[in-house]
């Protein structure tokens, strides 16, 4: 077989993360911070929900969330859905069905999320999650630490307004918030399995 001359460009997988920075504006990320402030925060468990049973585990993840309702909050939505449907349409193609309610974290000092993916088991309600966004809603300068990181080493940038969406298989954490508050907001699209 014939081999041909290739350049760096050819070689990038389509499944890496597609960032935007400064996507949302100071008073969209200040709008979600307030609504979540009014809504509450909650511990955040690591698999499963109310109605199945929560699993909270501090050596693994500790941080608060708020779930904003798509009722009173449909621009939030429909932003989530149109910049997951623009990177998937560009990037991805998996066939998507819908998103899971979208959350605002709250990271305080000593909060974190070991690495980990959104994807998933069956026996949970993250069953279907194909997609993952992750939106920095904190100016970078209001806390330390809490760096959000993919593949164990691409450090995510922390501008405010900064939009990141990537396959929901991917790992990533966040490291421990060591001075500040950072608040993102977080999205899943869902899909039929993957074959």
Known sequence: MATRQTNDTQWRPLYFPAV?????????????VAAADVI?????????????????DAEVRIC???VLSPETNRDVYDFVAQAIKQVNNRQYRFGLVGL?????????????FREHSDLG???????GRKISL???LSPADAYEGGRLVLFGEEVMPTSQGTVC??????????????????YALVAWAKGPPFR
Not at 103 to 109: A, C, H, K, N, P
């Open 20 to 32: 935007a920075e400064r996507l949302m504006t100071k008073e969209d990320c200040e709008r979600i």
């Open 40 to 56: 509450g925060f909650e511990p955040t468990s690591v698999l499963g929900g109310k109605d199945e049973g929560e699993r909270y």
């Open 64 to 66: 608060d969330a708020a």
């Open 100 to 112: 899971e309610p979208v959350q605002v974290l709250r990271y305080s000092v000593g909060s974190f």
């Open 121 to 127: 088991y069956q026996s949970d309600r993250s069953a």
């Open 134 to 136: 992750i939106a920095q």
């Open 165 to 182: 969406v990537f396959p929901a298989w991917l790992p990533h954490r966040v490291d421990e918030l060591t001075t500040g508050t950072r």
